[in-house]
């Protein structure tokens, strides 16, 4: 059978703590668990079995944990980062892993999975084509359940210059939206909007570099950023607002939208494999469901199609859109909408439907 591995890593130390069933970890001092966290070598956390597509073909893999948080990512010594990152990447070699796939942050690691690639002797890819396609088709489905016209629909798209961001802010402004294009770098998003503007001239293109400005008058709103901060303020938002967070760990806060029932947040990039795929431990997921990078792993392996997917930031329209076909070939599905973790109910819909009318 063909296998692929997954690197992973904790979103945070409660999600670690309840990986390992460990909830004591949760009281013990962070900085501590940082610490020894921080050298432990990866190793094999667990299978992930019963993935069987409609071809009827079978795939077995292996998630492969590096024991770090996002800061430390972001903030320790990219050498180290990037040595802890390849070092996992031969773990899944051994195993006889046939490519794999870098999840959250670790595809930020070592140029977007190029160095890492570099440091392997199979391919790698982080996933961030297939996360395109599904959280498109998530943000069209939410939209139609709420009643926004994406023709219409005036759309912000926060982290717009990135890998993930640039290929949304592309697809999205072919809908006919009008799109407000959200970063820091102002230079970068003036180099996006000139990008799309020479493929489509009648695009209509805002830049912010300020997201208050940027979402208070926003139909919908997409993040996919690389900081692990809360960016959007959930109080000022418009009623009937959509809010696609494909960010990992997450850019909104459950308690900064505690009394909007008037708007609508979606997680971005979950889809459900063909089968009854099991990963034989949690890690903040329904069962049976999976995070689009990963899917984007396995669909590779099914395709047979061993090569250096979506690293370096070269992530296309073209790309995403090869990643839906191989979806549809195999069975893999939009997972039903969920919003913190949580089924999105008929009556959450018709409220944030209602307050667009009112
Ligand atoms: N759900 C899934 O299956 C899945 C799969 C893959 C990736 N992801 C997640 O998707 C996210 C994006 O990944 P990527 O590879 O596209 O990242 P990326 O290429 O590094 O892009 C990050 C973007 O965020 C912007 N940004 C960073 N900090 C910001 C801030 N404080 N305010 C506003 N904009 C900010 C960056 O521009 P400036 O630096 O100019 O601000 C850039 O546009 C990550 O959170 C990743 O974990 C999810």
Not at 85 to 107: C, N, Q
Not at 140 to 169: F, H, P, R
Not at 207 to 226: H, P, Q, R, V
Request: charged residues 25%; hydrophobic residues 40%; positive net charge.
């Amino acid at each position: 059978m063909k296998r692929f591995g997954f690197i992973f890593h904790p979103l945070d130390l409660n999600l670690y703590a309840d990986g390992f069933s460990e909830s004591d970890l949760k009281k013990k001092r962070h900085s501590l668990v940082e610490g020894v966290m921080k050298w432990l070598p990866p190793f094999k956390r667990a299978s992930i079995t019963g993935i069987k597509s409609l071809t009827g073909e079978e795939i077995e893999g292996d998630m492969v944990l590096v024991s770090l948080l996002p800061d430390q990512i972001l903030t320790l010594d990219s050498n180290f980062v990037l040595k802890k990152v390849v070092e996992a990447g031969k773990v899944a070699e051994k195993l006889g892993d046939k490519i794999v796939g870098l999840g959250a942050y670790a595809s930020q690691v070592g140029r977007k999975g190029i160095l890492i690639a570099r440091g392997l002797k199979i391919p790698v890819t982080t996933g961030s084509s297939y996360t395109v396609t599904v959280a498109i088709e998530a943000t069209m489905k939410a939209a139609e359940l709420v009643g926004i016209n994406l023709a219409q629909a005036k759309i912000a798209v926060i982290g717009a210059t990135g890998a993930i961001g640039s290929v949304c802010a592309k697809l999205l402004v072919r809908q006919g939206a009008h799109l407000i294009i959200v970063a820091r770098n102002y230079g970068r998003l003036i180099g996006l909007k000139k990008e799309i503007l020479n493929t489509m001239p009648q695009a209509s293109v805002d830049i912010k570099t300020n997201i208050y400005e940027a979402i208070k008058d926003t139909d919908i709103i997409l993040t996919s950023t690389s900081t692990p901060m809360d960016l959007i303020d959930g109080r000022i938002l418009k009623p009937g607002t959509i809010v696609c967070d494909i960010s990992r760990p997450k850019n909104i806060s459950e308690s900064l939208i505690e009394d909007r029932k008037d708007i609508l947040v979606i997680e971005g990039g979950i889809v459900k494999p063909p089968g009854n795929v099991d990963f034989h431990f949690s890690f903040g997921l329904p069962p049976g469901l999976a995070y689009a990078c990963i899917a984007e792993t396995m669909l590779l392996t099914l395709e047979g199609r061993y090569e250096n997917y979506s690293i370096g930031g070269n992530i296309t329209a073209e790309k995403a859109e090869e990643m839906g076909q191989f979806a549809k070939k195999h069975g893999f599905e939009l997972a039903e909408l969920t919003s913190f973790n949580k089924k999105i109910t008929k009556e959450q819909i018709e409220k944030v439907r209602m307050s667009r009318i009112a």
